[in-house]
């Protein structure tokens, strides 16, 4: 065993023990003793995001601590099921390992060159098989439900595609939003309940988040870009009134718009990329 795989495993087995003791009915913690697979899923996912936060930042002694927060996630959730009997942190890492290892055949068995874009079909049709074996016939099972909700619409959209469910280009797609920017519109002129204007605007929605995989983008990657720049460009506005001595609850829509303008030139000033 090399150094780093000594290190590694120590490290492991630390994290373990650690994670035993907070869950010690007498001597635990008592936050994590009353803890459940169930309760635990949403700091799952929010330690999850944070890691993508982390990622998008740079910083990477930032991606090294929300790694660390995100590993705990699955040794919580495996200590859990552990003392249910079911399953331990072992067998969490021998079942991804074995299908890492079934998945790359072309790496651990035949040892053949693939492209990415060949990886990518085999692995796809890898999972289908493995789905069929878990009973999951339909085209669109096993899209997580818990994903984001762009997320999951571009990815049922890419698996619908698979069998030909799809529009032949961007161009189609683009058509598309139009069609339900005016159905969503419909509802707001002819004065509809909330539920028919929420379930048109989720169309809306839907459309353009497989309008964006048709462009090669991630519509909840992008989404974050774009709330990081308003959070970004907002802070300048607020700098910008605090040097001015302007006040802006005082604000009228025209003064707003001005501000705007002047954050967005001091971003110009900063970097090429508005």
Same mark, same amino acid.
């Given at each position: 065993? &090399?150094? &780093?795989?000594?290190?590694?495993?120590?490290?492991?087995? *630390?994290?373990?023990?650690?994670?035993?003791?907070?869950?010690?009915? $007498?001597?635990?913690?008592?936050?994590?003793?009353?803890?459940?697979?169930?309760?635990?899923?949403?700091?799952?996912?929010?330690?999850?995001?944070?890691?993508?936060?982390?990622?998008?930042?740079?910083?990477?002694?930032?991606?090294?601590?929300?790694?660390?927060?995100?590993?705990?996630?699955?040794?919580?959730?495996?200590?859990?099921?552990?003392?249910?009997?079911?399953?331990?942190?072992?067998?969490?890492?021998?079942?991804?390992?074995?299908? %890492?290892?079934?998945?790359?055949?072309?790496?651990?068995?035949?040892?053949?060159? %693939?492209?990415?874009?060949?990886?990518?079909?085999?692995?796809?049709?890898?999972?289908?098989?493995? /789905?069929?074996?878990?009973?999951?016939?339909?085209?669109?099972?096993?899209?997580? /439900?818990?994903?984001?909700?762009?997320? *999951?619409?571009?990815?049922?959209?890419?698996?619908?595609?698979?069998?030909?469910?799809?529009?032949?280009?961007?161009?189609?797609? *683009?058509?598309?939003?139009?069609?339900?920017?005016?159905?969503?519109?419909?509802?707001?002129?002819?004065?509809?309940? $909330?539920?028919?204007?929420?379930?048109?605007?989720?169309?809306?929605?839907?459309?353009?988040?497989?309008?964006?995989?048709?462009?090669?983008?991630?519509?909840?990657?992008?989404?974050?870009?774009?709330?990081?720049?308003?959070?970004?460009?907002?802070?300048?506005?607020?700098?910008?009134?605090?040097?001015?001595?302007?006040? %802006?609850?005082?604000?009228?829509?025209?003064?707003?718009?001005?501000?705007? $303008?002047?954050?967005?030139? $001091?971003?110009?000033?900063?970097?090429?990329?508005?």
């Amino acid at each position: 065993m &090399s150094e &780093s795989d000594a290190r590694a495993a120590a490290a492991t087995t *630390r994290l373990l023990e650690v994670m035993r003791r907070l869950r010690d009915p $007498q001597t635990g913690c008592a936050w994590d003793r009353e803890q459940t697979l169930e309760s635990i899923v949403p700091h799952t996912l929010e330690e999850a995001h944070e890691v993508a936060e982390a990622i998008a930042s740079g910083v990477l002694p930032a991606v090294r601590d929300e790694l660390g927060d995100l590993l705990f996630q699955v040794v919580f959730l495996a200590r859990i099921a552990e003392e249910r009997g079911a399953f331990d942190f072992h067998d969490v890492a021998h079942a991804i390992t074995d299908k %890492l290892v079934r998945r790359h055949p072309h790496v651990f068995a035949t040892q053949r060159d %693939l492209s990415s874009a060949q990886q990518t079909v085999a692995w796809e049709a890898m999972k289908a098989e493995e /789905r069929a074996e878990n009973g999951e016939s339909g085209v669109l099972d096993g899209v997580a /439900r818990a994903l984001p909700a762009l997320t *999951r619409a571009a990815k049922l959209g890419k698996r619908a595609g698979r069998v030909g469910f799809d529009w032949p280009d961007a161009v189609g797609v *683009r058509a598309k939003v139009d069609e339900e920017l005016a159905e969503f519109e419909a509802t707001l002129r002819d004065g509809e309940s $909330q539920r028919r204007r929420e379930e048109e605007f989720g169309d809306l929605m839907f459309a353009l988040a497989n309008w964006a995989r048709h462009q090669g983008i991630d519509p909840e990657g992008a989404l974050r870009g774009a709330n990081a720049k308003f959070e970004a460009r907002f802070a300048t506005m607020e700098s910008l009134a605090r040097t001015r001595g302007v006040a %802006l609850a005082a604000l009228d829509l025209a003064a707003w718009e001005a501000l705007w $303008q002047d954050a967005k030139q $001091q971003e110009r000033k900063a970097s090429p990329i508005d």
